[in-house]
């Protein structure tokens, strides 16, 4: 029945260009039970970051798609667990409008990354950092993981504190009725 409830909700949503988004919150199941969706969308940020090379970057050079923006760290066990469901859910929905974007905030020496990242097997998301946490703190960012979807403005429509499936169903079902809806 939840599934049925699901696929009419999904359906509604892709439907209209513009649907309320709050209608999102009747697809929360599972560890997508988490995510807070909000009535309306937050400012996102103009913050530095930077790639493993100190190239500067900002979230704007990311507009134009939905963003699962993942703040995490090298030691961070939750972090361990979520990133290679966040690695699958960037090969399955990849792509014009959607990306998954990784940023490592506080002390995680490249190396350390590229290790963190060989060693789970991911090799399809971006090595940003954040190494002074401006961006995490422009953010409201409280402790990790902290998983933040953006809007193809830069805006923040929803976000999930701790760590949480992101390959599931219940995930791919949210983040298609957004990408769906252009909300």
Same mark, same amino acid.
């Given at each position: 029945m939840r599934l049925l409830a699901s696929a009419m909700l999904y359906l509604g949503l892709s439907v209209g260009a513009n649907a309320d988004t709050s209608a999102i919150d009747d697809l929360r199941a599972g560890d997508m039970r988490k995510l807070a969706v909000h009535a309306e969308p937050l400012r996102g940020s103009d913050v530095v970051f930077v790639d493993a090379d100190d190239v500067e970057f900002t979230l704007a050079e990311h507009e134009g798609k939905y963003i699962v923006l993942n703040f995490w760290a090298t030691w961070c066990a939750p972090c361990r667990h979520e990133m290679p469901m966040l690695s699958q859910l960037q090969a399955e929905l990849g792509g014009d409008g959607f990306e998954v974007v990784t940023v490592a905030t506080g002390r995680n020496p490249v190396p350390a990354m590229k290790g963190f990242f060989k060693e789970i097997g991911v090799d399809? *998301?971006? *090595?940003?950092?954040? $190494?002074?946490? #401006?961006?995490?703190?422009?953010?409201?960012? *409280?402790? =990790? $993981? &902290?998983?933040?979807? =953006?809007?193809?403005?830069? #805006?923040? &429509?929803?976000? =999930?504190?701790?760590?949480a499936d992101w390959s599931s169903d219940d995930a791919k079902l949210i983040l298609n009725a957004f990408i769906e809806s252009g909300s």
């Open positions: 399809n *998301l971006p *090595l940003y950092r954040d $190494p002074r946490q #401006k961006l995490a703190r422009d953010m409201g960012v *409280l402790g =990790l $993981p &902290v998983t933040i979807i =953006l809007d193809p403005e830069g #805006k923040e &429509v929803a976000r =999930l504190q701790g760590d």
